[in-house]
Nanobody, 126 residues
Framework: QVQLAESGGSLVHYGGSLRLSCAAS????????IGWFRQAPGKEREWVSC????????YYADSVKGRFTISRDNAKNTAYLQMNSLKPEDTAVYYC???????????????????WGQGTQVTVSS
């Protein structure tokens, strides 16, 4: 059974940093594309970042480029999202997602992914 479990969300002040974790079971992460999304109250789920398996490249939404870094620890079967220089507009529930396709490339829409975690709340105070 595939499970993704996010952790690391918290309340942080403007300009602060957080590292979100996405622990996977039932799949070996390094064979699958991993994405991070977020959803703020009253807004649609928004793609944040992803890492591809084919070339290992990483991709970011313009709104987080230069501030967020996606990574993967294959030994721990865990993906991470390092978030620096946080802003109030980053406040949202953050979700990790996995594309079950073996050797999958990065996708930036929710339907590119087959499995989702339960989400972790990130709140940035001004």
């Amino acid at each position: 059974q595939v499970q993704l479990a996010e952790s690391g969300g918290s309340l942080v002040h403007y300009g602060g940093s957080l590292r979100l974790s996405c622990a996977a079971s039932g799949f070996t992460l390094n064979y699958h594309a991993i994405g991070w999304f977020r959803q703020a109250p009253g807004k649609e789920r928004e793609w944040v970042s992803c890492v591809s398996t084919i070339d290992g490249d990483t991709y970011y939404a313009d709104s987080v480029k230069g501030r967020f870094t996606i990574s993967r620890d294959n030994a721990k079967n865990t993906a991470y999202l390092q978030m620096n220089s946080l802003k109030p507009e980053d406040t949202a529930v953050y979700y990790c997602a996995l594309d079950r396709g073996y050797g999958s490339s990065c996708g930036s829409t929710w339907y590119d992914y087959d499995y989702w975690g339960q989400g972790t709340q990130v709140t940035v105070s001004s």
